[in-house]
């Protein structure tokens, strides 16, 4: 098993879709042209990422380190 952290992300300005990677081989594409919008939200237990698609809604939480 690989002890490698993920990338939180990249960028390639070609690109069509985004891959959320949900556990180890297991991964979405969502087509960029079908995003509506995000929101991000940070307080002192957690941040939150809100992706807003056409056809999907994302939700990425996080326990703050404080």
Do not use: W, Y
Request: glycine share 2%; proline share 6%; with cysteine.
């Amino acid at each position: 098993m690989s002890t490698k952290l993920p990338e939180c992300f990249t960028t390639e300005p070609q690109a069509r879709c985004l891959r959320v990677e949900i556990s180890p081989g297991r991964a979405v594409l969502l087509p960029l042209d079908q995003f509506a919008f995000a929101e991000f939200t940070n307080d002192e237990k957690e941040q939150l990422l809100h992706l807003s698609f056409a056809s999907h809604e994302v939700m990425v939480r996080r326990k703050s380190r404080r």
